[in-house]
Every structure is written in C-alpha cells, then in structure tokens.
C-alpha cells in the first residue's frame, strides 16, 4: 500500500477478566462493524488477515477483537469512546489516508504500547491516554484530555487545548502549542517552536510550563503562571510570570534574536547559570532591538546570576540599525540585579551603532544593582547605571567555561554567602558560579530539585526557616 498505509498497533489487555463469551472469526468481505453491532459482553472478535474498507466504532462494548496473520487486517478509521479503562485490541492495522484518524473518546484511561500511526491523525477528546514506544505520522490533538507520552514520536504538531500533556523522552517534529493547558517536558526534542499561551486553564487555575532536559530547535514561549526551564538547549525565548530559567544554553546559531525576552508587569524571573550567544546578524539588513542576549521589558524584573552572555549583535557594516548588540538591556526598572555575570564580545558593527547605543554589554537606568560581573571589553555600560566593584579583564577560561587556575573571575562574584559556591567559597563569576547549579544537569540522572521558597532569606542564629519545594523531578 505504499505511503497510503496507516499502520498502528494496540497491544490492549483488559484489566477484568472476561466472562465466557462467543468466539466469531470474520474474513475479508465480510463486516468488522457489523460483529461488533451484533456481539455481546465476553466475546472475542478474530479477523483473518486481509483488508477491510470500513470505518470501525468500539462503543463501550465488553468484547475483544483479535487481529490475525503477518500484515494483519487492516481498517480505515478507528474511533474508540465511552470507556471506563480501555486495553482491548491487539494486532491490527488500517489503511489510511491523512485524513483518517484514530479518535478516542470519552476514555477515563487508555493505554496503549506500540501504536504506529504512519499517516492518519490522533484525537483525545474528554479522556486520559498513556501511550508508550509509538509513532504518530501526523498531528496529535489533545481536547480537554490527559496525555502521557513516553519514548515515542510524532511527525508533525502537537496540539493541546484545557489539556495536561506530559512527554519524556520523545520527540516532535514539529511544535507544541498548548492553550489553557500544562506541559512538561523530559529529556525531549522538538524540532520546531513550543508555545505555552494562557497562564489559567478553563477552569481558572494556574497553568505551569516545565520543560528539563530537552532540546527545542527554534523559539520556546511560556506564558505560564509559573515555568521551570532547566537544563535545556534552545534557540531562544519569550517569557512571562514567575520563571526559573536555569542551566541552559541558549544558542541563537548566528541570528538575530533576543536570546530570552521578558515582558509584563507580572513577569518575574530567576535567570541564572545560562550560555546565551550566538544571537547576531551579519547580512545587510536595518535591524531594531536585535542580537540582544537577555531584554528585560514592559515592567518585568529579574535576578541575573552567574550567566556567560558573548558572541551578541551585528557583524555588518551596512544597514542602520537601532538599539543592537547589546548583553542586558532593562527598558524599565522594576528591580532587577546583574550579578556575577560574564560579558564579552558584544558588537554592533553598523554604521549607526554609535548613534543608537550598540556594542553595550549593559543597557540600563541607573537603579538597577549592577555589581560584581566581569564586562570585558569596551562600551561597556550606557542609561544610567553603575557598575560596581566589576572586572574587566580575560577569564582564563577553558573551553567548557570552566575557569583555569589564576582566573580572575575566581572568587570575584556577589560576596554575600547566600550566592556562595557549592565548596563554599566566595562565588565565582560565570556560569558555574553559585550552589544552585548543577554541573551535570543536562545529563544527571538522579532527582533534580528545581525550585526552593525559603522563607525568611535570612535567618538569625536560633531563628525558624520554612522550606517549600516549588517542583521537582524524580527519573
């Protein structure tokens, strides 16, 4: 059948046993759906090998269906719905066409293992399905539903509407574009653009983004009322609400972007431990507000710790650009600190970048707290603020980012021994700096703590602290 087959498999075993019922055997020519209609609880449906051009409805029947032979029978369209638990099919296949789909339904719980879907679409309306080890060929689209993925793959979007989507270790060709809705993402790759819109589901509840360990190809946007983005590899990103963004590399591969973007007054973010570079142009083209590693906007405030911000702005000498190659660029204070951060090779080589204040590692009004980063280069502050008791100077660093021995950015970083470093030693400027990164984030697998409200900050001796763990993952 070439690529006009929809191949999927359901290994299904119902999790009651079956009263005794009939055994029928259908063969090619005759009806899948009519033995279905004309059935009764407890019994089993065999279809011989061959092709069946039909659509078929399971409908909260008690019955099994049984496919025979190598290639296995083969349907068109398959809708399941109206089911309590639902494992009950196993080995068969369809011929499909695009526009064909495998629906399920009104399911409270679905699990499948080893579905292959070469063509057709997945539908989740009103139900709960754990697939494991499965292919879907085209889009999978989740309605008010639950979906659990593991190790499988899909070959175009995801869809996620008043939804909770899981995936671990499994990948989209596509985007992930969810609406109302929770994601949370381990040990994933999406080739394309994840999209977490709206910060309160349906029922108006606070939405969460959680995405560990996964690779996004193109532009992460989390809206969320709360995100935790940890230990990743992204393009670039655009973030809203309450943000953890830590241990990740941000890679704009030589484009003009703006490495992480926050906006909006309710925006609050801890961005701390990333490699942001590579966000820069070097074709003629005017540019406005690009090649910029981290844009603080529209009233929102940040906590920048211990990040590595270089390689950022325009390498053309043509084009008039305005605000470009700039590191940090705060539009309005609300409260953020720039600390214990490392600045280099930030460039616009436009022939207006002087006019427009490129090649700026700081941008920002002079109420922001600017201490203790190493800004190494010229131009490096413009708007007001101060840097203070800062280095400008090489870091002597290995090519990991790690520091050598007689680095400068050694011990240099906040002195407050709230930001120490995991041996306890004053914090070093880079990337590695502080106790709340993990050096094998990326790759550890063991429990990754990652958040931590801890309330007071500071505690006298004699004095109560209360811990609350705001997420965590277990492997």
Not at 259 to 286: C, F, P
Not at 320 to 336: L, M, R
Not at 447 to 471: A, H, K, N, Q, R
């Amino acid at each position: 059948m070439k690529n006009s087959i929809l191949t999927y498999l359901i290994i299904l075993i119902f999790g009651t046993t079956l009263a005794h019922g009939a055994t029928v055997v259908i063969n090619p020519g005759q009806s899948i759906q009519s033995a279905i209609d004309a059935s009764s609880a407890g019994d089993i449906i065999y279809v011989n090998e061959g092709i069946y051009p039909e659509s078929i409805t399971l409908d909260n029947k008690d019955i099994r269906i049984i496919g025979q032979g190598l290639t296995r029978p083969r349907i068109f369209n398959l809708t399941i719905k109206n089911y309590a638990n639902f494992d009950r099919i196993t080995h068969l296949s369809a011929t499909e066409t695009t526009s064909q789909t495998l629906t399920i339904e009104n399911v409270q719980e679905a699990n499948l293992n080893g579905i292959k879907i070469s063509l057709g679409n997945l539908i989740l309306k009103n139900s709960k399905l754990s697939a494991q080890n499965s292919q879907f060929g085209r889009d999978v689209i989740a309605n008010q539903s639950t979906l659990s993925l593991r190790t499988s793959s899909i070959a175009r979007n995801l869809d996620a509407n008043q939804s909770e989507i899981y995936l671990k270790d499994s990948n989209v060709t596509n985007s992930v574009n969810a609406w109302e809705s929770t994601l949370r993402m381990f040990g994933s790759k999406v080739t394309q653009h994840v999209r977490v819109y709206d910060s309160q589901n349906q029922l108006g509840s606070p939405t969460n983004c959680l995405v560990l360990q996964s690779t996004i190809g193109e532009k992460l946007t989390t809206k969320a009322a709360k995100s935790f983005i940890c230990y990743n590899t992204i393009r670039y990103g655009y973030f809203e609400g309450k943000v953890d963004i830590t241990g990740n590399t941000f890679d704009g591969r030589g484009k003009a972007l703006v490495g992480i973007d926050l906006n909006a007054s309710h925006t609050n973010a801890v961005i701390r431990n990333n490699l942001i570079t590579l966000m820069r142009e070097n074709v003629n083209a005017d540019l406005t507000e690009k090649g910029i590693g981290i844009r603080i906007d529209g009233g929102s405030k940040a906590q920048i710790t211990n990040n590595i911000i270089t390689n950022c702005g325009d390498g053309s000498d043509h084009g008039t650009n305005s605000n470009c190659g700039i590191g940090v660029w705060v539009k309005q204070d609300a409260g953020t600190t720039i600390m214990g951060n490392f600045f280099k090779d930030i460039y616009d080589r436009s022939y207006s970048s002087r006019r427009t204040g490129g090649n700026i590692m700081v941008q920002a009004p002079s109420s922001v707290n600017l201490t203790y980063n190493n800004l190494w280069g010229s131009n490096q502050v413009a708007g007001g603020v101060i840097n203070l008791g800062g280095i400008n100077s090489d870091p002597k660093m290995n090519p990991d980012y790690t520091l050598q021995s007689g680095s400068p950015n050694l011990d240099a970083g906040p002195p407050d021994a709230r930001f120490n470093d995991r041996d306890g030693s004053r914090n070093d400027i880079g990337m590695f700096g502080g106790h709340n990164f993990i050096p094998s984030g990326k790759t550890s697998n063991k429990p990754i703590v990652l958040g931590l409200d801890l309330t007071p900050v500071f505690v006298p001796i004699g004095g109560i602290t209360t811990i609350e763990s705001t997420g965590a993952t277990v492997k």
